[in-house]
Nanobody, 124 residues
Framework: VVEVMESGGGSVQAGGSLRLSCTAS????????MAWFRQAPGREREGVAA????????YYADSVKGRFTISQNGAKNIVSLQMNNLKPEDTAIYYC?????????????????WGQGTQVTVSS
């Protein structure tokens, strides 16, 4: 059974930074995508960023380009999200996810394993 666990959420003022990390364990093969999603109250879960495990190619939502950076470790079981210049609209629960299905990176439906989520709150 693949287990996914996030860490690093918290509260910060606008303009501040946070770093999220996610560790996967119990898997037998490298995933296709490792990604971060977020969900704010009353809104649908949206893709924030993804990285192709084998190539390191990265993808970002337009709303976070230039502010967030996704990265992975050499063993491809840890994915991190560095979030700079945070804005109040970044407030959400952030989820880490791993996909073995491929395709376009952002639909939540292609992700097979999810973490429990970590709260990020940005105050103005």
């Amino acid at each position: 059974v693949v287990e996914v666990m996030e860490s690093g959420g918290g509260s910060v003022q606008a303009g501040g930074s946070l770093r999220l990390s996610c560790t996967a364990s119990g898997y037998t093969q490298i995933s296709i995508y490792m990604a971060w999603f977020r969900q704010a109250p009353g809104r649908e879960r949206e893709g924030v960023a993804a990285i192709v495990s084998r190539s390191g190619t990265t993808y970002y939502a337009d709303s976070v380009k230039g502010r967030f950076t996704i990265s992975q470790n050499g063993a491809k079981n840890i994915v991190s999200l560095q979030m700079n210049n945070l804005k109040p609209e970044d407030t959400a629960i952030y989820y880490c996810a791993f996909s073995y299905q491929g395709g376009f990176w952002s639909p939540p439906t292609i992700y097979d394993y999810w973490g429990q989520g970590t709260q990020v709150t940005v105050s103005s």
